[in-house]
């Protein structure tokens, strides 16, 4: 079983602020971590996926995430927020199936 | 992702009508997913398909609702009878043969079909 919680619903910040966006995951076996964003009326595009190597994952966009086995938590950071990154971001986990389960999604909303 | 081309992307019917969504997996793929997202909630799974394989269909319903990945052509998701709760936007996903989403390589997400049903 494998399951996905991203913790806020919305997450409002300023431009050059730190982006955190939460995620903490639930496996029977050891993941796979992805997370992805989607731009209004788009699909969803691959930000950075944890498979197992190193726990620190950088991913497009100046995004990273930290896998913490120990907090079953992987969540998505970037220093500095822009404008353009006002999306919605979605936390998925992929166990034993390898087909994913994601999360409700995180929109992400900066302001000027 | 621009590679997985599904159509229509908006689609209006009316209850007791039948809803067909096509995607086109990229070029080389031979594995799609189907995911419905219904407002204010994730990407719920519904099937996995290889040419013309049903692999997993867990988290289709169990009625008014199928699948298909012929040989030659696109996938397609028919919706039976829809209903007002059949409204969401509905994405499938594609990736190589041998593998989904399982480390080496990505699967790649369609733009997605708006579903209405009025």
């Known amino acids: 079983a494998q399951s996905v919680t991203q913790l806020g619903s919305h997450v409002s910040v300023s431009e050059g602020a730190l982006v955190l966006l939460r995620c903490n995951y639930s496996?029977?076996?050891?993941?796979?971590l992805f997370w992805y964003v989607q731009y209004p009326n788009q699909g969803l595009q691959l930000l950075l996926k944890?498979?197992?190597?190193?726990?620190l994952v950088k991913g497009i966009n100046g995004f990273e995430a930290e896998f913490k086995k120990s907090e079953t938590s992987f969540h998505l950071t970037k220093p500095s927020a822009h404008m353009s990154d006002a999306a919605e971001y979605f936390c998925?986990?992929?166990?034993?199936?390898?087909?994913?389960?994601f999360g409700r999604g995180t929109s992400l909303i900066v302001h000027p | 992702n621009a590679g997985v081309m599904q159509n229509p992307r908006h689609l209006v019917r009316r209850r007791g009508q039948e809803a067909r969504l096509r995607c086109s997996p990229m070029?080389?793929?031979?594995?799609v997913y189907w995911y419905r997202q219904l407002p204010e909630e994730g990407l719920k799974f519904m099937v996995y398909?290889?040419?013309?394989?049903?692999?997993?269909e867990s988290g289709m319903p169990k009625e008014r609702f199928s699948a298909e990945f012929p040989k030659e052509g696109p996938s397609i998701l028919r919706i039976q009878q829809v209903v007002r709760g059949d409204s969401a936007a509905y994405f499938c996903?594609?990736?190589?043969?041998?593998?989904?989403?399982?480390?080496?390589?990505?699967?790649?997400f369609g733009q997605g079909t708006r579903l209405t049903v009025v």
């Open positions: 996903a594609s990736s190589p043969p041998g593998t989904g989403w399982d480390g080496d390589t990505e699967a790649f």
């Open positions: 496996s029977s076996v050891p993941p796979y």
């Open positions: 944890y498979t197992s190597a190193a726990t």
């Open positions: 998925a986990v992929a166990g034993g199936s390898y087909i994913p389960t």
């Open positions: 070029k080389g793929h031979s594995h």
């Open positions: 398909l290889q040419k013309e394989n049903i692999i997993d």
